[in-house]
């Protein structure tokens, strides 16, 4: 086998590895393994017609080809999205480094310190700029985070507005229409009425619950909102505000006029516009509301030496994990975006913030003077960096444009109907060149000649009052790295406080954290790429239209639908968009009504809490002993709401790891009954190029590009759920109000931009085009091989597989029954997910979706050296179980109830523990030639919730409420 071929490089075991491996698992060939694990009945007939693959080099070729077709003109558009400067200390050692991308959400936060040091810079930076007392660590986009409040805002109403209906909200006309266009799509199932106006004219009446108001203004405005905001709560509703991160730096905060909640994206502290993401929002609120934000939130905690250590807050954490009764389905967000904005205000500080928002204000300033000279009217003068010009008597639109596009700048053209009305908005790159560059096409269009002008870093328009007089950013991290050495070994520092595929095997069940090819990731930080506004001209953006294209002819070919949309930010947004398809097809056969739909118990959080989200009633079914769907309580559940069932959610292979044999019965129940059947594609990873979910008879699933499609993870997303959906439904797919996309019938928009975190799409664009279509289906009988090659070798040590297939095998995936060893030994699921951290692994899935199990997912990207090595750790473990049953070791005071095992701990002069250092540190000898040290003993998850802080303030200055 040629294993120069990228499949090769992408796949862990050598070609000479697979004989020995079958031999363990007890084949004779992969395909026996195949036809043993998934059903012949939904096998797809013939090979997936992909192109040939390309070697690395040839993609990287092509690669540059597509993006050289984009147009790299500068972009003064706004609109929620800037130029901006990525500091190349951040570029080189997050966005590049596997190190920080491929890490997984910190749940085991002993392992995660390090990405939890820097979630904690950011939400810090938050509560600072904001003027709030709390932050969360980053959602998906902008307009998402505004829907995101809107609910928020709803499930806060007061017992009388509840009991009144009070359902209507607020929102001001200078927003930007994108944020409008989401919270459509996200109110109409909530049953909110969106009333629109103007803020300082509303009149407000006891059935609005809450206002969502922008600022600076989507017209540029810098308005004083403190006496909107007393009449907001003067009336028992709650404000929302939409904030621009920059211009805070400058501005009185939101929190020191009245905010309830404020919302907005980061991505202008040094996180390209790549067409429209991926950028890392952020929603921070009042310390009272602390229980109902959602998203993650770091918090501060000890470990079990009492020393200072991070993890997740709260015992909610995330929204989803509520699930039918959550207010969100918010999982991955985007952790390695809001990671670097968090760096992005640590390396420039204050002072250094200050500069860049002076500098975007001063040629604002400047260019507003200028062009009103040459009669262009101004239609706001109280602006940080976004102008409206009001054209001149003769004049065109048209005119504009034509002087722009000769200099191939893009500026902002009212599209309201006017023709009247031209606009642009400063960014930290303009130069004094540019902003003559800028005069001169304003002057050319009104046939005036400009004199040149000189730039200097200290104008405003702002009076005192609008300005914050507060000193912020005050908190070390923020004034300490402001040399690039002094930042590199900070992040340096964190980094060697994490696990991530750097490292070792991730095995965590149900999360496919397989290889991120650095071929696959080199694109993502090409110029061609990262400059392109979301709304620039198609013909500006050719490559990314061909890219996008391409990667979904072949997405709808995986998946066997006919339309796909790359819009969704996550998985769960993904879900959300392929309900919302359907239920907008039902509405379109009159058939609205239909709102109850089917979700076996073992569905992920997301699917619950996702319907939930679009209206729908959810009616749990249960599963048989053997972990797949009763199909007879499904039939039944099916029947009896034949006349209101919308559908069914339905994971394939099972969250259970098994590919069940009642799959296409299921489908065809639910078609029967009226409904549609979406599927959860988050283990796709199990099916690519063997079944689809089309072949199996879905009518809709979501792709987790950063699971299955080999997108890093980043420590929490970027993630990337696009859906797939069957030709009835195509022409619902999601819409854009500012660039044509989705279907003719399509809903309105499910985030900001038109097709979502498109910048990180050469990592799939790129694992699709090298692999091909066998590619794809060797890469999953590998992640099946290796799957069952654990299990086989797991089973061997006494470990108990708690599902399989009716042959005997499990998917791409298993769980671990630890159940007996907690009722032999004491010993907990728990306590081995952190033992396996003193081997340098990370814990496999912990408790889902069964109680007191492990879920492990090894994905074909794993050599089979590294697999051993897993297995031996594990052997240790039970070796080490033993011990305590037989009374070698003690029940409590033993080296698993003890781990992780830190440096610390084991270094001091005290050691009190009957095991010696060794076995603590050393448990096998490859252990010692490699260690990794996790920087925290086990966490105190507890006493964190107690002492709730959430930023990087000295730990001293929280007392504990206990
Ligand atoms: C089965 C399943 N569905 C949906 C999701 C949600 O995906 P995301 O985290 O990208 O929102 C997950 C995430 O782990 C999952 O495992």
């Avoid at 017209?219 to 006496?227: I, M, Q, S, T």
């Avoid at 008597?393 to 902002?412: K, P, T």
Wanted: proline content about 5%; some cysteine; glycine content about 8%.
């Amino acid at each position: 086998m040629a294993t120069e071929k990228f499949l090769w490089r992408h796949i862990g075991p050598r070609p000479e590895d697979i004989e020995n491996m079958l031999k363990v698992v007890g084949v004779s060939s992969l395909d026996e393994l195949i036809e043993q694990t998934v059903p012949e009945s939904i096998r797809l007939k013939k090979p997936l017609d992909l192109p040939a693959p390309l070697t690395e080099f040839e993609f990287i070729s092509r690669m540059k080809a597509v993006a050289s077709k984009n147009k790299l003109y500068r972009t003064f558009i706004g609109q929620g999205y800037y130029d901006t400067i990525t500091p190349a200390v951040i570029q080189r050692n997050i966005l590049e480094n596997p190190a920080w991308y491929t890490s997984y959400t910190p749940y085991q936060a002993e392992v995660s310190q390090g990405r939890l040091e820097a979630l904690l810079n950011f939400q810090t930076m938050v509560v600072e700029l904001t003027g709030m007392e709390i932050s969360n660590c980053s959602l998906l986009d902008e307009a998402t985070a505004a829907a995101e409040s809107m609910t928020m805002m709803y499930g806060l109403r007061g017992k009388e507005m509840k009991k009144a209906g009070a359902n209507k909200l607020f929102v001001d006309n200078q927003i930007f229409p994108q944020t409008k266009d989401v919270l459509i799509t996200r109110s109409a199932p909530q049953g909110i009425e969106l009333v629109y106006g103007d803020y300082d004219t509303f009149e407000f009446t006891p059935d609005v619950f809450g206002a969502i108001i922008q600022y600076p203004a989507a017209n540029g405005e810098v308005r004083d909102y403190k006496a909107f905001a007393d009449r907001v709560h003067a009336n028992g509703a709650l404000l929302s505000v939409v904030a621009d991160m920059m211009s805070l730096v400058l501005l009185t905060p939101p929190g020191e006029w009245g905010a309830d909640v404020v919302v907005g994206t980061t991505q202008r502290f040094g996180i390209p516009m790549s067409y429209g993401g991926p950028h890392a929002a952020y929603m921070a609120t009042r310390e009272e509301y602390k229980r109902n934000i959602v998203g993650r939130i770091i918090g501060v905690t000890i470990d079990a030496q009492g020393n200072h250590a991070l993890r997740l807050a709260l015992q909610t954490r995330e929204q989803h994990i509520k699930r039918e009764k959550a207010s969100s389905n918010i999982c991955t967000a985007k952790a390695l975006n809001a990671t670097m904005a968090g760096f992005y205000a640590a390396y420039h500080g204050r002072e250094g913030l200050e500069r860049i928002a002076r500098h975007i204000h001063s040629a604002a300033v400047i260019l507003a003077e200028e062009i009103q000279k040459l009669g262009y009217k101004l239609k706001v003068n109280k602006f940080f960096d976004t102008l409206r010009f009001e054209l001149p008597e003769g004049v065109s639109q048209a005119a504009v444009r034509d002087a722009a596009l000769e200099q191939e700048i893009n500026l902002f053209y009212c599209n309201c109907g006017c023709g009247k009305v031209v606009g642009l908005s400063t960014d930290e790159k303009i130069n004094e060149k540019e902003i003559n560059t800028l005069i001169g096409i304003f002057a050319k269009a009104a046939g005036k000649t400009a004199a040149h002008v000189q730039f200097l870093d200290d104008r405003t328009v702002l009076d005192p009052v609008m300005l914050r007089d507060d000193e912020i950013l005050q908190q070390s991290v923020f004034n300490i790295y402001h040399s690039e050495t002094g930042m590199m070994r900070y992040m340096k520092n964190l980094e060697r406080r994490d696990i991530s595929l750097a490292t070792s095997m991730i095995s965590l069940g149900s999360c496919t954290m397989k290889l991120n090819a650095a071929v696959e990731m080199l694109p993502i930080t090409w110029p061609e790429l990262g400059a392109i506004h979301p709304f620039a001209p198609m013909s500006q953006a050719e490559g990314y239209q061909q890219m996008i294209r391409e990667t979904e002819e072949m997405l709808c070919k995986v998946t066997g639908f006919a339309g796909c949309s790359l819009m969704p930010n996550s998985g769960a947004a993904g879900e959300y968009s392929a309900l919302m398809v359907i239920r907008q097809y039902h509405i379109s056969r009159g058939e609205g009504h239909r709102n109850v739909i089917l979700i076996p118990a073992s569905a992920h959080g997301t699917n619950p809490a996702s319907s939930s989200m679009a209206g729908f009633k959810i009616l749990v079914t249960a599963t048989d002993p053997e972990g797949n769907i009763d199909v007879e309580d499904f039939r039944k559940k099916a029947i009896e709401n034949r006349d209101n069932l919308i559908g069914a959610m339905i994971t394939y292979p099972s969250t259970h790891g098994i590919f069940e044999e009642s799959i296409k019965e299921l489908c065809k129940i639910v078609h029967e009954n009226g409904g549609q059947v979406f599927m959860d594609g988050a283990n796709m990873n199990g099916q690519c190029g063997l079944t689809s979910p089309g072949e199996i008879g879905a009518d809709a699933c979501h792709l987790n590009l950063h699971k299955t499609f080999a997108m890093p993870h980043g420590g929490g997303g970027p993630g990337v759920g696009p859906i797939c959906v069957a030709s009835h439904l195509v022409k619902f797919l999601p819409s854009h109000t500012m660039v044509k996309t989705g279907g003719e019938e399509g809903i309105h928009a499910v985030a900001a931009a038109p097709y979502g975190s498109v910048g990180m799409l050469p990592v799939t664009y790129g694992y699709l085009l090298m692999l091909g279509g066998e590619g794809l289906a060797m890469v999953t009988k590998m992640a099946i091989l290796n799957a069952n090659y654990l299990a086989s070798s797991f089973e061997k040590l006494g470990f108990k597989i708690l599902f399989k297939g009716s042959k005997g095998r499990v998917g791409h995936e298993m769980i671990w029954d630890c159940n007996m060893f907690n009722k032999e030994y004491g010993i907990s699921e728990l306590d081995i997910a952190k033992r396996l951290m003193d081997f340098g692994f990370h814990a496999p899935t912990l408790s889902f979706p069964v109680h007191g199990t492990l879920m492990v997912e090894p994905t074909e990207s794993e050599p089979k050296e590294e697999l051993d090595r897993f297995i031996e750790a594990l052997k240790t473990i039970r070796e080490e179980m033993i011990e305590v049953g037989e009374g070698k070791a003690d029940k409590t005071d033993n080296v698993l109830k003890n781990a992780p095992h830190t440096h610390k701990v084991l270094t001091a002069d005290e050691w009190s523990h009957a095991y010696p250092r060794s076995k603590a540190a050393y448990p096998l000898a490859w252990v010692a030639e490699n260690k990794f040290w996790p920087q925290v003993g086990r966490v105190d998850d507890g006493y964190g919730d107690r002492n709730l802080m959430c930023t990087c303030d000295p730990l001293e200055s929280y007392a504990d409420e206990k």
